[in-house]
């Protein structure tokens, strides 16, 4: 019996061991999940806008609950990105004692600073009115340089600007000038720039693709200037040029025309019924025919007058439409 119960009570005693030891490695897998859990609760922000001129910790991490607004330095000048890796994120989570780690070596954070941007078309528009005021005359573009194609201010700030000197050399085209921006009483941004005034010269050009059977109407005609240096001999000024005209293959939108590049349309074709007209004083006649020659408007084809059997000189006024001359 003394036997029996040493086994029961080493059992027992076992078992108590036993439990102990899952229940203890059960409260270290929890230990252990709640840095994890809390690490997860701190995420990056890969894309973030900064508006103002410091960087703060809540630009970089969303989930922290407290010292979001920690400034940690300074922000890129306005229009202007940074970039954080994941070795400065790792430093700054360790400085921070922030539950997070990079996740791999890509972790990475962009900071963009909000700006407000004047553009190239502003800049020239108002290069161009102070160019009218110094006397340049007729249509003309202005040429600047790309790295003068725009101005950054701050975001709180207009996308305005002043010229406040220009200077023009009417045999060179060139010209010098200072701009002030947002105004020339706020000039946070002060930029010279120096360019070229192109004479130009208003043309005719398509709306859209044209292909060739298609007739050219005058809405299908819009203007562009072009500069007179890119001018070629025989392109197309006059818009009543194209219109009733086709394109002798595809015609491109915006693209200048030139002369050579569009024809009349066929409006008759050989073998067809036309309607003859005749026109005699106040008289207007028309008569029945077959069209003996293929004809573009304005074109002299011979039509057969199908009533009385003669052979006819008539011009092409319209589609199917002849005229005949009067005696």
Known sequence: MSLLFQKGR????????????RLYALACAALLTLPFQNARA????????VTDN???LGDIFYGLGTNEDRVLGMAPRPGQEMTLNARTLLRIALA???????????????????????????IASQLKNALSDKGV???????????????????????????????YDRNSGRFDAMLAAPSKDNPIQQVAISGLVQPVVEI???????????????????????RENDFKSGT??????????????MAFAGRPLLQNEIIAPQIVARGEMVTINL????????????????????????????ASNITLQALVTGEKEVQVASN
Do not use: C, Y
């Open 96 to 122: 921070m004692d922030l539950q997070w780690r990079p996740s791999s070596a890509a972790d990475h954070v962009i900071l963009r600073r909000e700006a407000t941007v004047i553009d190239h078309d502003t």
């Open 204 to 226: 005719p050009v398509l709306k859209e693709n044209i292909q060739n059977g298609r007739i050219i109407r005058a809405s299908d005609i819009d203007f562009v200037d072009l």
């Open 54 to 56: 410091t960087i703060k």
């Open 10 to 21: 080493k059992a027992k005693t076992r078992k108590a061991l036993l439990t102990r030891k």
């Open 279 to 306: 026109h005699d004083g106040p008289l207007n006649l028309t008569a029945q025919g077959k069209a003996l020659e293929n004809g573009a408007k304005g074109d002299m084809i011979r039509v057969l007058n199908t």
């Open 236 to 249: 197309v000024v006059d818009p009543q040029a194209l219109v009733g005209m086709t394109p002798r293959r």
């Open 137 to 167: 005359g007729g249509r003309f573009a202005i040429s600047i340089p790309q790295d003068s194609s725009e101005i950054v201010l701050p975001h709180d700030q207009p996308a305005t600007l002043d010229v406040t000197r220009i200077s």
């Open 42 to 49: 701190v995420g990056l922000k890969e894309n973030t806008v």
